[in-house]
């Protein structure tokens, strides 16, 4: 019954490598959402899964970026050959069905690609 | 391509002030808007959520405004504590297309004992 997770809270890799962040949203929640908050700047959108399927995925910023969540639950957001711009705080939020509802926040990954 | 801004940017207030956030956005074609708070090294907690056809929603100390027609809304929170200082960030998302949120940048409150 606990509020939408994410794993790890910090993840620390070298430029190039591959990172794999978690999010476990609340039960029941349909939708899923992915953002990044760089500092001192508001969450962007990259995706968002209704279900299992990716219902917008127009904010990823390149093909280095992937995000599955294969039985309508957790998700995974996979960023390959990472970047020193790619350091940022990973949040990821759920809703209710019915749409258009309140979004929920998880604490966020913090990702510092050295 | 919607855009969020929101002033001030930074807001320092004795404790016990009754204060406004702005907040405004460039496409009125909106669907709804939620304003949240975020303390440092934290998510996002959801505070209020209005939805296009209505004018206000209110929560305790905190009270939301909004005009969708001249594309402004406003966070009032009345009787300021020490413990409201956090950022505050208003969102919203668009009519008829994706449920996605578009955020400003956020008012960073800080109030005073």
């Known amino acids: 019954g606990a509020g939408v997770s994410q794993t790890p809270s910090n993840k620390v890799t070298e430029k190039g490598k591959y990172v794999e962040l978690r999010c476990d949203p609340i039960?029941?929640?349909?939708?899923l959402y992915w953002y990044r908050q760089s500092l001192g700047q508001g969450p962007e959108f990259l995706i968002y899964?209704?279900?299992?399927?990716?219902?917008?995925d127009s904010g990823l910023p390149n093909d280095r970026f992937f995000a599955v969540r294969p039985e309508g639950s957790v998700s995974t957001l996979k960023i390959q050959r990472t970047e020193r711009g790619d350091s940022a705080v990973y949040l990821c939020?759920?809703?209710?069905?019915?749409?258009?509802?309140?979004?929920?926040f998880g604490p966020g990954t913090r990702l510092t690609v050295l | 391509k919607q855009e969020v801004t929101q002033i001030p940017a930074a807001l320092s207030v004795p404790e016990g002030e009754n204060l406004v956030l702005n907040c405004s956005f460039t496409?009125?074609?909106?669907?709804?808007l939620q304003w949240f708070r975020q303390d440092p090294g934290k998510g996002l907690t959801s505070l209020l959520l209005?939805?296009?056809?209505?004018r206000e929603q209110t929560s305790g100390r905190l009270n939301a405004s909004l005009d969708k027609s001249s594309g402004r809304s406003t966070l009032y929170i009345a009787a300021s504590q020490p413990g409201d200082s956090a950022t505050y960030l208003c969102?919203?998302?668009?009519?008829?297309?994706?449920?996605?949120?578009?955020f400003g940048k956020g008012t960073k409150l800080t109030v005073n004992p």
């Open positions: 939020a759920s809703s209710s069905p019915g749409g258009r509802t309140k979004q929920f």
């Open positions: 039960s029941g929640h349909t939708a």
């Open positions: 899964f209704q279900g299992t399927g990716a219902a917008d």
């Open positions: 496409d009125s074609a909106i669907y709804n």
């Open positions: 209005i939805q296009s056809s209505q």
């Open positions: 969102a919203v998302t668009r009519a008829g297309g994706s449920e996605k949120l578009v």
